[in-house]
């Protein structure tokens, strides 16, 4: 798995969405009842940031169209299979940091003749 990076965990306080940067859709991070959660950021409709969207517990509604994807596993809940669920992220809390890695790692072989 590659390590995408960390974000403070005094950010994520008081239902606080935040951005972690990792080219081209970045991860949106949030503690759900003290667990971390990392979903992919850009929502899969039209790509608007999910981290400046409004949050109401395990739910992000996204700021363009108010699609409504679950923090916990990136699962679209509403409209039902209008478009794709998030792409979700490993997060684990380590010391005061949230660690978050990208668990599909896509590895390139040459093409031999
Ligand atoms: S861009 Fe997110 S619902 Fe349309």
Redesign the pocket.
């Known amino acids: 798995m590659k390590h995408v990076g960390v974000v403070p965990i005094e950010a994520l306080a008081g239902d606080a969405l935040a951005l972690l940067e990792y080219a081209p859709h970045h991860v949106l991070v949030a503690l759900v009842n003290g667990v971390p959660c990392a979903i992919e950021d850009s ?1 899969s ?4 940031s999910l981290a400046t969207g409004h949050r109401h517990g395990f739910i992000v509604a ?1 700021p ?4 409504r994807f679950d923090l916990r596993t990136g699962e679209l809940l509403s409209p039902r299979r209008a478009c794709a669920h998030q792409r979700r992220f490993e997060a684990v809390v380590v010391g005061d940091m949230v660690h978050v890695y990208d668990p599909f790692t896509l590895v390139v072989s040459p093409v031999l003749p």
């Open positions: 929502c409709h039209a790509g608007a996204c363009l169209h108010a699609y």
